[in-house]
């Protein structure tokens, strides 16, 4: 049986699958990330603007694969099917066909992922509201998105929902492993929900102080910019990740392929509501994981950090970083590329990372013409080669939520 020194399981990542508004599936996926391409431009799907010119990063035509079922796929929201075909390419990639379904698990990362669904049908039936579609009293819930996934892949474990704002995608993450641990199921599907914002949102956002203004309505591809003096907020970006997680002794016993390790990992709180920032929250959380992963924290090679483009932050994550002595680590920000996929961020970047591994090359940041500390080994305009072993992935969401995942490349090891 494969156990730790502190008589817990390995933990292996067997499976991805993603899609961005760069790239659907991870071999397009880390074709965009290598050079650096961006889909950012104002939004226009239904329901995003109202006399507003938000930017953002919008998935392109999804292309489902002919094994989903038609029924389904219809009648799902547009983060239903990103969910389904995420999980599909996930499921595929992990070799699950066989796989006992009673020992298969699904967290779904995000919470009130639906909403410009959701705003749509007030509009359109605030006047006769017994004419809503049925499918409403369904599809407000974010068991929906379980529902979907479960009826589709035959998913017969505990299948729920976990909500962490922008760190759901590793608070689900960090769930499945003591799921796993706990004997609740020997392998677990997690994905990183597509949230589904309405301009009710965006502008809400924007008024907090989060999102980006107009600064760059004239350029939308330079208002992406983390870590970069001339940041404006982040800017959102359409997305879906899935990772399957599983036992060490069940995957082996599979003979199925491992990306990596899950080595470490940390969540802690502020206890604070607001959504500023805390040293001490990002710290504890780092320190956590790399205790629980029994690494120094000059073992970390690579860093995928949160990385908004929040210049408050921004600024906090280079300080927790610093100060928890990893500015020797090479780093880059993914969501330069992607824009942010706030509940589904977290996967999303652990695949960026994986796929990073794999191949000993690092992609660029994009707009980090002038970083706000130089001290870090940024990877900047173009992509570095660079051999990962143990690799550091952090996600905060509003509320004081603070997660990190430390993980360790198997591809060396092969």
Known sequence: MSMRNDGTSEIKITGIGVLTAVGQGKDA???ALMEGHHAFDVMK??????????????????????????????????SGKAALIALDEAWRDAALDGADPSRTGLIIGGSNVQQRELVQAFEKNSE????????????????????????????????????????????????????????????????????????????????????????YAECPEAACRPFDRHTDGFIYGEACGAIVLERAESADKRG??????????GMASDGNRNPNPSIEGEMTVIRQALDRAGLSAKEIDYINPHGTGSPIGDKTECQALSESGLSHARINATKSITGHGLSAAGTVEVISSLLQMRESMLHPT?????????????????????TVQCALSLSMGFGGINTALCLENHFRNR
Request: glycine share 10%.
């Open 45 to 78: 799907r239904p329901g995003r603007q109202k006399g507003t010119s938000f930017i953002g990063a919008e998935l392109k035509d999804l292309t489902p694969p002919d094994t989903l079922s038609k029924r389904l796929y219809r009648r799902a929201s547009l």
């Open 29 to 31: 996926f880390l074709e």
């Open 256 to 265: 199925a392929r491992s990306w990596a390790g899950l080595r470490g990992w």
């Open 128 to 215: 006769s509201p017994q004419f809503v579609n049925p499918t409403y009293g369904l599809s407000f819930m974010d068991s929906d998105l379980s529902g979907l996934c479960t009826e589709q892949f035959g998913i017969k474990g505990p299948a729920f929902t976990v909500g962490g704002a922008s760190a759901s995608g590793q608070a689900a993450v960090i769930q499945a492993a003591q799921a796993i641990n706990g004997g609740l199921f020997d392998r677990c599907i997690v994905i990183g929900a597509l949230t589904d914002l309405s301009y009710m949102e965006c502008q809400a956002l924007r008024s907090l102080g989060a999102m980006g203004t107009d600064k």
């Open 366 to 386: 994009r707009n980090l013409t002038e970083p706000i500390d130089d001290t870090f080994h940024w990877v900047k305009d173009k992509p570095r080669a660079h």
